[in-house]
């Protein structure tokens, strides 16, 4: 007998049966400890389908009036119309723009925009350090001070005076921190040094030079050496020496703000009003209209930054915008008179709409010394 037929007698399937005895019973659910029964009462039911808009679209529900293609057009040529005419008017706007600063620019030799921008971000600078940590005033003023020297320096060298850049650096740089950080009576004698520093390399290096120079020339290249020093570095270190006073953070704030109005005023007057030459031969584009702009702004300023800022009476504020405003002047035009010497426009270009450093600080250096002069003078009148 054979296995087959006995497997068959003792009611065990056949050896070759095994794939069909392993398929399970079709109606018995898969279950076990990773797959759990599934329960279809668990099924969210589904959401209805949007009506279709298209008859004939097989889906059940009233149909919709959509918007056709011609009035999705409109709508995109509304569009389209309103951007057009959108950047029409700002493409005017903007020759219209260009055409007044060409004519100011024509006017008075400096481009409006970029002017009102630097001098926004170096005013941004300037508040900053005044006004939280007035020792971050220190670097500011360091950085200006060395800047200025080096656009003086390389002007004069250009109209044929020997001046010595990195010691005129050198000695700048002891004068500025020296004013901050040493007693005032040190500062005079570091005044003293750095001018001696500067003429003495002046002459050694000329000695060393041995090119036939006259000696009316050698004199002059160590006058000039020596005025670098005060004119820049020492009046920078003035301004420090009243920042290191007792809200002496306030008065530098002050005395800048109104040497700007004045510059400001003086601009905006001339460049409406102006007609008649303050100073022709020295700076042609002066007026005594725009002077008289400078005045109002300067004695406006001065008022309000005694009343509110410095807790003056208002005639101190008077006294204080009279005098910023005659030693600005004066400084723009001893600049000019110093520029027209030389044979430049410029004391450099490196500063859009500006000029160079020097070309805007050249009234406010000047007005350090009645700003410290006053400081000491009023500081008994101050309102506590």
């Given at each position: 007998m054979s296995d087959d037929t006995r497997d068959a007698e003792e009611g065990k399937p056949a050896r070759g049966d095994s794939r069909q005895q392993a398929v399970p019973d079709a109606g018995a659910p898969l279950a076990d400890a990773a797959f759990p029964g599934f329960d279809t009462t668990s099924i969210p039911?589904?959401?209805?389908?949007?009506?279709?808009?298209?008859?004939?679209?097989g889906v059940e529900g009233p149909a919709i009036d959509l918007l056709d293609t011609a009035d999705h057009n409109a709508i995109r040529e509304q569009w389209r119309a309103a951007r057009d005419e959108l950047g029409t008017h700002v493409s005017y706007a903007r020759d219209q723009l260009d055409q007044a600063n060409e004519r100011i620019k024509e006017r008075t030799?400096?481009?409006?925009?970029?002017?009102?921008?630097?001098?926004?971000?170096?005013g941004a600078a300037l508040?900053?350090?005044?006004?939280?940590?007035?020792?971050?005033?220190?670097?500011?003023?360091?950085?200006?001070?060395?800047?200025?020297?080096w656009e003086l320096s390389r002007a004069l060298r250009s109209a044929g005076r020997r001046v010595d850049v990195v010691p005129q650096l050198i000695a700048a740089t002891l004068l500025v921190l020296s004013a901050y950080f040493a007693e005032i009576w040190l500062c005079w004698i570091m005044l003293f040094l750095a001018v001696a520093f500067v003429i003495v390399?002046?002459?050694?290096?000329q000695m060393i030079e041995k090119d036939g120079r006259t000696y009316g020339d050698v004199l002059a290249d160590a006058i000039v050496g020596g005025f670098v020093q005060i004119y820049v570095p020492f009046l920078a270190g003035v301004a420090l020496i009243l920042l290191k006073q007792e809200g002496g953070q306030w008065w530098v704030l002050g005395f800048i703000a109104v040497a700007v109005a004045a510059d400001t005023g003086a601009y905006a007057a001339g460049?409406?009003?102006?007609?008649?030459?303050?100073?022709?031969?020295?700076?042609?584009?002066?007026?005594?209209e725009g002077f008289a702009g400078a005045?109002?702004?300067?004695?406006?300023?001065?008022?309000?930054?005694?009343l509110f800022l410095l807790d003056l009476p208002w005639?101190?504020?008077?006294?204080?915008?009279a005098s910023i405003l005659l030693t600005a002047t004066l400084g723009d035009l001893g600049e000019s008179m110093l520029k027209r010497d030389i044979g430049i426009k410029d004391m450099s270009s490196w500063l859009p709409g500006h000029g160079?450093?020097?070309?805007?600080?050249?009234?406010?250096?000047?007005?350090?010394?009645p700003a410290l002069a006053l400081y000491f003078l009023f500081s008994p009148w101050v309102v506590l």
């Open positions: 039911p589904r959401p209805p389908m949007p009506a279709s808009a298209v008859n004939g679209g030799g400096r481009d409006l925009i970029l002017a009102i921008l630097i001098g926004l971000a170096f508040l900053g350090s005044l006004l939280f940590i007035k020792i971050l005033f220190v670097p500011f003023a360091l950085a200006a001070a060395l800047l200025g020297v390399w002046r002459l050694m290096s460049l409406a009003f102006g007609r008649h030459p303050m100073a022709p031969k020295i700076s042609p584009k002066k007026t005594w005045v109002a702004a300067s004695l406006i300023a001065g008022v309000l930054l005694a005639w101190m504020g008077l006294v204080f915008g160079g450093l020097l070309d805007r600080l050249d009234s406010i250096l000047p007005s350090t010394i």
